[in-house]
């Protein structure tokens, strides 16, 4: 046969029903479906537990050395690959709002990467001090304002950060960050790290002041700022036994015995047309013809759908990865469909005719 007549063939099985082409895309459609979304569910719940993770500081490692940190050396921290951020602090004078003079606010010096672990909110065009959401909540302030004290002198707001009472360690949810240079010596320094090394870790050691190191005071401490959510989070073993990590085989399978059972429940039909003389090379053209187009309708539904759904629960950041995942199982389930109905068309010989037909 030619291939003009082939085609014309496969199409009129479509057209005709034959192929049962409308049970074979609802079916397929479902099964590469349902796995994409159940990939893409999983793995944004995972990215969710990070985020979490990350938003309540539990990333955050204080290294608590009165006096003892440097704040140069603290900075530094930053340039490691896993850091995302380091700061040092230390306590300062108090602070006195003209609004509230009976009320102390408690203020902290900090180095210039501080802020930034944090996530505080900032206008760099500005100098001037970090305040916490809570305190500027309670007096009305926003970024660029001025906070007037007690002593008649104002000082900007540069930015404002986040502190919520959520397990982390207590005493800056009310306080005021003041940026300072980096020279000299603070009581603590607090470094962002992401993905979390024990490597990473134990470079924060290294922001202790020559007499901090040589010091056995037992107060110098490492820990992290908020325990509460677990001392660490291993995305990637998280990642690797996930439930869906079988899923493009699974997906594979299912899709070879759809393929099979679909040109199974043909097998009388593809016994006539090799009796009446078709080839069967031309057969097995035929076939995955109808399997491709049958491929395409459904690519057509459930690619979109994988997509819009990706694009509601996954950031941009991890989007492209996630989407990757997502369509193994979609690509691992069209290939064995069509590996499978061309197995299956394959085992059918001409010399079975009368016994299919006996079975119907």
């Given at each position: 046969?030619?291939?003009?007549?082939?085609?014309?063939?496969?199409?009129?099985?479509?057209?005709?029903?034959?192929?049962?082409?409308?049970?074979?895309?609802?079916?397929?459609?479902?099964?590469?479906?349902?796995?994409?979304?159940?990939?893409?569910?999983?793995?944004?719940?995972?990215?969710?537990?990070?985020?979490?993770?990350?938003?309540?500081?539990?990333?955050?490692?204080?290294?608590?050395?009165?006096?003892?940190?440097?704040?140069?050396?603290?900075?530094?921290?930053?340039?490691?690959?896993?850091?995302?951020?380091?700061?040092?602090?230390?306590?300062?004078?108090?602070?006195?709002?003209?609004?509230?003079?009976?009320?102390?606010?408690?203020?902290?010096?900090?180095?210039?990467?501080?802020?930034?672990?944090?996530?505080?909110?900032?206008?760099?065009?500005?100098?001037?001090?970090?305040?916490?959401?809570?305190?500027?909540?309670?007096?009305?302030?926003?970024?660029?304002?001025?906070?007037?004290?007690?002593?008649?002198?104002?000082?900007?707001?540069?930015?404002?950060?986040?502190?919520?009472?959520?397990?982390?360690?207590?005493?800056?949810?009310?306080?005021?960050?003041?940026?300072?240079?980096?020279t000299g010596?603070?009581?603590?320094?607090?470094?962002?790290?992401?993905?979390?090394?024990?490597?990473?870790?134990?470079?924060?050691?290294?922001?202790?002041?020559?007499?901090?190191?040589?010091?056995?005071?037992?107060?110098?401490?490492?820990?992290?700022?908020?325990?509460?959510?677990?001392?660490?989070?291993?995305?990637?073993?998280?990642?690797?036994?996930?439930?869906?990590?079988?899923?493009?085989?699974a997906a594979?399978?299912?899709?070879?015995?759809?393929?099979?059972?679909?040109?199974h429940v043909?097998?009388?039909?593809?016994?006539?047309?090799?009796?009446?003389?078709?080839?069967?090379?031309?057969?097995?053209?035929?076939?995955?013809?109808?399997?491709?187009?049958?491929?395409?309708?459904?690519?057509?539904?459930?690619?979109?759908?994988?997509?819009?759904?990706?694009?509601?629960?996954?950031?941009?950041?991890?989007?492209?990865?996630?989407?990757?995942?997502?369509?193994?199982?979609?690509?691992?389930?069209?290939?064995?469909?069509?590996?499978?109905?061309?197995?299956?068309?394959?085992?059918?010989?001409?010399?079975?005719?009368?016994?299919?037909?006996?079975?119907?």
């Open positions: 046969m030619r291939l003009f007549s082939i085609c014309s063939e496969a199409w009129r099985s479509i057209s005709s029903g034959s192929s049962r082409c409308v049970l074979a895309i609802l079916s397929i459609t479902i099964l590469v479906t349902g796995s994409s979304l159940f990939e893409i569910s999983t793995s944004s719940g995972i990215l969710r537990q990070a985020r979490q993770y990350r938003n309540a500081g539990g990333n955050i490692m204080v290294l608590n050395a009165t006096g003892g940190v440097d704040g140069q050396a603290c900075e530094r921290l930053s340039k490691l690959n896993d850091v995302q951020a380091s700061g040092a602090i230390r306590e300062s004078d108090q602070l006195t709002a003209s609004a509230l003079p009976d009320t102390k606010i408690p203020s902290y010096a900090v180095t210039p990467g501080f802020a930034r672990v944090l996530h505080a909110t900032q206008n760099d065009k500005v100098q001037g001090i970090f305040v916490s959401k809570e305190l500027a909540k309670t007096f009305g302030l926003h970024e660029g304002d001025n906070l007037a004290l007690r002593d008649g002198s104002q000082t900007r707001i540069r930015g404002i950060y986040r502190y919520p009472d959520d397990g982390r360690t207590p005493g800056y949810s009310y306080a005021v960050l003041s940026p300072t240079l980096s010596t603070f009581d603590a320094c607090w470094v962002s790290i992401w993905p979390q090394t024990s490597q990473t870790e134990d470079m924060i050691w290294s922001a202790l002041t020559p007499s901090a190191k040589s010091d056995k005071d037992s107060s110098i401490t490492l820990g992290q700022l908020n325990s509460s959510l677990g001392s660490s989070f291993d995305g990637q073993a998280l990642y690797r036994h996930r439930s869906t990590a079988f899923l493009p085989i594979a399978c299912a899709g070879a015995i759809l393929g099979y059972a679909l040109v043909r097998r009388l039909e593809i016994a006539s047309a090799l009796h009446c003389g078709v080839s069967k090379p031309a057969l097995m053209l035929q076939i995955c013809i109808e399997s491709l187009i049958i491929i395409s309708v459904s690519s057509a539904i459930s690619v979109p759908i994988s997509y819009l759904a990706a694009t509601e629960y996954v950031s941009k950041t991890d989007r492209l990865q996630v989407l990757f995942n997502a369509s193994l199982p979609i690509l691992t389930a069209y290939s064995a469909y069509v590996l499978g109905a061309l197995g299956r068309a394959l085992a059918i010989k001409e010399k079975h005719l009368f016994a299919y037909f006996k079975e119907r």
